[in-house]
């Protein structure tokens, strides 16, 4: 009797142990899949940066394999809780925007992400580097884009309904994409005004970026799209359809886009001579 319940007492620990092991495995699996991501950047060295809105925190992503770069907490008011848009500035520094603690963080040498205005932003959607070091941020709450010195003095640049995404180009224009007014609009450093697409033709837009010759291409999540609108021509649709489903955000390396999309999971990049298939960067 003593011999048979030890056996029992013995092969109900194996079993235990045995679902514990199953379930750090699988734990640890599912840590290195995607679940939300929303913003996208490469270094000059690709090393590719992820922001995951639901992770939540950052990824890191060198060789083809993802690691965890900063991983935010669960709870509400604390770093990258909400994190939404990523940029780069000229040095490679990796910037963060954050909604839960309405903040824009510069991640320092050790990896840490250091808070730059004290909260003053409201729902940061894309950030932007200029070539003196300022940064711009569209914030979808407070209905404008900010400045943010290296110093990190903020001030409004401009006043706009509904921000989403911005660009900088070679000229240090800055330009922004909304859903509501006119869909791109495009300002020069003293802040001249310039109507680019007017109206909403598209359906839901969402981040931008600018090559070297002034094309733009941005993201319609709705209809499943990347846009590209060359100088004094009208939008076209670079890639449409599947293996998009939600495209949200857009970087640029070279002649390649790389674009985040949170309801397939995935990065995926294309050439922006929309001369290949789309590819999926990550996972593979």
């Known amino acids: 009797m003593t011999f048979s319940l030890l056996g029992r007492f013995g ?41 995951d809105r639901n992770l939540p925190g950052i990824w890191k992503i060198e060789g083809g394999q993802a690691s965890v770069y900063f991983q935010g907490s669960k709870k509400f008011r604390t770093p990258l809780n909400a994190v939404r848009c990523l940029a780069l500035d000229a040095q490679g520094t990796l910037y ?16 840490k992400p250091q808070p730059m205005t004290k909260g003053y932003i409201g729902i940061p959607m894309g950030i932007v580097v200029d070539s003196k070091g300022n940064l ?18 903020v001030s409004e640049f401009v006043k706009i309904q509904g921000p989403r995404g911005i660009a900088i180009d070679k000229q240090d224009r800055l330009w922004v994409l909304t859903n509501t007014g006119d869909s791109l609009v495009r300002f020069a450093p003293d802040k001249t005004k310039e109507v680019l697409v007017s109206g909403t033709p598209f359906q839901f837009t969402n981040q931008i970026v600018v090559d070297e010759a002034s094309n733009a291409y941005f993201c319609d999540g709705y209809a499943h799209a ?5 100088p004094g021509g009208q939008p076209k649709n670079l890639a449409i359809g599947e293996p998009l489903n939600h495209p949200v955000g857009i970087t640029l390396v070279g002649k390649q886009i790389m674009v985040a999309d949170p309801h397939a999971k995935s990065i995926f990049s294309l050439s922006t001579e929309g001369e290949s298939k789309i590819e999926r960067f990550y996972p593979r």
């Open 11 to 51: 092969f109900a620990i194996a079993v235990a142990a045995t679902c514990v092991l199953s379930f750090c495995v699988g734990s640890s699996l599912r840590a290195q899949e995607m679940q939300y991501p929303l913003a996208v950047v490469q270094t000059a060295n690709q090393v590719t940066y992820v922001a």
């Open 96 to 111: 963060a925007g954050d909604t839960s603690t309405r903040e824009i963080y510069k991640f320092d040498a050790e990896g």
């Open 226 to 230: 990347v846009v590209m609108l060359a």
């Open 136 to 153: 711009f941020v569209a914030d979808l709450e407070r209905q404008c884009v900010f400045q943010v010195t290296p110093a990190g003095e």
